[in-house]
């Protein structure tokens, strides 16, 4: 019978829908994560990439967006390990990403400076915020997504918070 599920599992899964109606929120989800719009794009192509060459293996179509989203996570946490060793065995500075014309203007000061508070929060840290605050997801789903049980999600999301109330000095 499981062999049976598969293949609707692969015809439930409409990947072509999923990733014109979730891309922009996994480029943003991966931008956050890997501070740099080329990189997050490449993660999220491959996340999607992944998907189609595994929605056979779903066992539950509706977990796709799920996948996806895990994909992203563990794909931006891979760039970030590469970019350190680079860093570390090369000892050169990675060039920086040239900002669009209009960046200082979209971007308020406030805004500006909670998200540097929140890039500098330790990596799990970092994820929870992210995931909880940014993409709305409830602890269960970041527990899953992260492959962490729910108390963890709660503990580094209070740890998180009041780091970042700290740094902000209690400014929403």
Known sequence: MAVEDAP???LAVDVPTLYET?????????????????SAEDVVQDAFVALHTR???????NAAL???RASVVNLSRSVIRKRQT?????????PEATEAADHEVLLRDEHRAALAAV???PR????????????????????ATLGISAGSVKSAASRGMAS?????????
């Open 8 to 10: 609707r599992a692969a």
């Open 22 to 38: 979730h891309w922009r929120a996994m480029v943003r989800l991966a931008v956050l994560l890997v501070d740099d719009l080329a």
């Open 55 to 61: 929605v056979d293996a779903l066992r539950d179509p």
């Open 66 to 68: 799920a996948y996806v």
């Open 86 to 94: 680079v860093r570390k065995h090369l000892r050169v500075a990675e």
């Open 119 to 121: 890039r500098a929060l």
């Open 124 to 143: 799990r840290q970092q994820e929870v915020v992210i995931l909880r605050y940014w993409s709305g997801l409830s602890e269960r789903e970041i527990a």
């Open 164 to 172: 970042l109330q700290r740094v902000l000095g209690g400014q929403s």
